[in-house]
Protein backbone atom coordinates (compact mmCIF):
# COMPACT_ATOMS: atom_id res chain seq x y z
CA UNK A 1 0.00 0.00 0.00
CA UNK A 2 1.71 3.42 -1.20
CA UNK A 3 -0.49 6.54 -0.20
CA UNK A 4 1.15 10.33 -1.49
CA UNK A 5 0.86 13.91 -1.98
CA UNK A 6 2.51 16.35 -4.13
CA UNK A 7 2.24 19.89 -4.16
CA UNK A 8 3.94 22.51 -6.52
CA UNK A 9 3.92 26.24 -6.74
CA UNK A 10 6.51 27.71 -9.69
CA UNK A 11 5.46 31.24 -9.18
CA UNK A 12 7.54 33.06 -6.55
CA UNK A 13 8.25 32.12 -4.15
CA UNK A 14 8.54 28.31 -5.15
CA UNK A 15 7.41 25.92 -3.42
CA UNK A 16 7.46 21.89 -3.02
CA UNK A 17 5.75 19.82 -0.69
CA UNK A 18 5.62 15.88 -1.03
CA UNK A 19 4.25 13.55 1.57
CA UNK A 20 4.04 9.66 1.22
CA UNK A 21 3.13 6.66 3.45
CA UNK A 22 4.16 2.99 2.54
CA UNK A 23 2.73 -0.55 4.36
CA UNK A 24 4.14 -3.64 4.39
CA UNK A 25 2.98 -7.07 5.60
CA UNK A 26 5.76 -9.55 5.63
CA UNK A 27 4.21 -13.10 4.02
CA UNK A 28 6.41 -15.37 5.16
CA UNK A 29 6.20 -13.81 9.62
CA UNK A 30 2.47 -13.45 9.84
CA UNK A 31 1.68 -10.42 12.55
CA UNK A 32 4.68 -8.47 11.38
CA UNK A 33 3.80 -4.83 9.58
CA UNK A 34 6.26 -2.09 8.67
CA UNK A 35 5.21 1.30 7.70
CA UNK A 36 7.45 4.29 6.31
CA UNK A 37 6.54 7.84 6.03
CA UNK A 38 8.76 10.65 4.34
CA UNK A 39 7.69 14.43 4.43
CA UNK A 40 9.63 16.87 2.28
CA UNK A 41 8.94 20.98 2.37
CA UNK A 42 11.18 22.86 -0.34
CA UNK A 43 10.77 26.72 -0.76
CA UNK A 44 12.69 29.71 -2.50
CA UNK A 45 13.66 32.31 -0.15
CA UNK A 46 15.31 34.47 -2.64
CA UNK A 47 15.79 34.29 -6.59
CA UNK A 48 16.77 30.32 -7.17
CA UNK A 49 17.92 30.27 -2.97
CA UNK A 50 16.19 27.42 -1.23
CA UNK A 51 15.65 26.07 1.97
CA UNK A 52 14.29 22.41 2.19
CA UNK A 53 13.27 19.98 5.16
CA UNK A 54 12.84 16.92 5.18
CA UNK A 55 11.44 13.76 7.66
CA UNK A 56 10.91 10.34 7.75
CA UNK A 57 9.76 7.61 10.17
CA UNK A 58 9.90 4.11 9.57
CA UNK A 59 8.41 1.47 12.40
CA UNK A 60 8.58 -2.30 12.37
CA UNK A 61 6.31 -3.97 14.83
CA UNK A 62 8.49 -6.73 15.54
CA UNK A 63 12.36 -5.79 14.50
CA UNK A 64 14.61 -8.90 13.59
CA UNK A 65 16.40 -8.70 16.38
CA UNK A 66 15.67 -8.99 19.82
CA UNK A 67 15.66 -5.84 21.97
CA UNK A 68 15.96 -3.59 18.41
CA UNK A 69 14.07 -0.48 18.62
CA UNK A 70 10.65 -0.39 16.90
CA UNK A 71 10.95 3.38 15.42
CA UNK A 72 13.52 5.40 13.60
CA UNK A 73 13.20 8.71 12.46
CA UNK A 74 15.51 11.85 11.46
CA UNK A 75 15.17 15.40 10.44
CA UNK A 76 17.36 17.05 7.69
CA UNK A 77 17.82 20.81 6.84
CA UNK A 78 19.25 22.08 4.00
CA UNK A 79 20.16 25.33 1.91
CA UNK A 80 20.64 25.10 -1.25
CA UNK A 81 21.00 27.33 -4.57
CA UNK A 82 19.69 26.33 -7.96
CA UNK A 83 21.20 27.67 -11.31
Do not use: H, I
Not at 1 to 27: E, H, I, Q
Not at 34 to 58: I, Q, W
Amino acid sequence: MFVGYDRFAYDFPKVDVTVGLAGFVNVSDPGRQRLALEGRLKRELVKDFYVTLRGYESYDSRPPAEGAARNDWGVNFALGWSF
